[in-house]
């Protein structure tokens, strides 16, 4: 059975690539298993999608542990802890990065055995949010790994997925597809199908205790480790909020009211941002009676952070811009 976990953000069309791909196997007579897998309902958040396509019934579910072939659309993911982009990489898995770096330097960067494959990112983008047909470029690379994919099911697939966003889309990202279809050619075949995975030594996980402290009123906190507040998703942001304070009204009420992850507080009757925690959804952009929050792209901000392809993170407050 193959195997693979597509990576990337929300709106890259990582879904659709998975799609693509398993429509793909099924026109090469596949059985075929496809799902995404979601996080934070929002743009730019880390999510991935999986595919098994085998020549008998797929039993299996859920969450991909031994992959033959790992996808990474967006490399700026590799660093964040919670896209686990590397869990079960082994040996024998083929690591697919949409990067403009050789596969040498992330084989030393990541201390990976297995075979690294890059296709090169468009040097234009700087916006991660905004790669156009990625999610084609990644089903092309991938159907060419495997080696048993031709290009006209690949089309077809192709065309069966995007029909509905007209013609003019669909030869786009037909065109992308087969590109990097073509340009891996010398790479065709090295992804295997992996062997079964066996549930005889599968065992039942503990049971977590989470500590509850008493209250006098509704606790909507739990104090204990592991907790989404000590998960800094603020790494998951492409386009973070900054307030104006001249425009400011100190209606503190409406966007820290309306932030769905509690990221506003208030502080001397001013809004005050958690950058740590703040995912960049921007609704508090949208809903601003005066127009004092602004959404601004995280790369112009002063990187501080040690990986060049994390953005800085604040304590709270508003950070300065270069």
Known sequence: MYRIRLHGRGGQGIKTASRILGQAFFHEGFEVQDAPVYGAERRGAPMYATVRAAHAPILERGWITHPDLVVVADETLVPIPAANVLLGVEA??????????????????????????????AAEITERSEMPYIGALCAGAAARLVGCIRPQPLAAALRDELQALGERVVTANLDHALVAFQALAAQAGIVHEGSAVAARDYARPDWVEVPFEPARRSAPDIHGAATSVQIQTGAWRTQRPVIDE?????????????CPDSAIRVEAGKP?????????????VAVCPPHAI?????????????SPSLPRKGGGGVDART
Request: hydrophobic share 45%.
């Open 92 to 121: 024998g898995t083929v690591l697919l990065i949409n990067s403009a770096l050789a596969p040498a330097d992330w084989q030393r960067r990541l201390n990976l055995a297995g075979p690294v494959v890059t296709v090169p990112a």
């Open 246 to 258: 001249a425009l400011c009204k100190r209606c503190t009420w409406v966007c820290s009211t309306l």
């Open 272 to 284: 005050v941002i958690d950058y740590d925690h703040c995912k960049g959804c921007l609704v508090c």
């Open 294 to 306: 602004a959404a601004v792209p995280e790369s112009e901000f002063v990187e501080t952070a040690p």
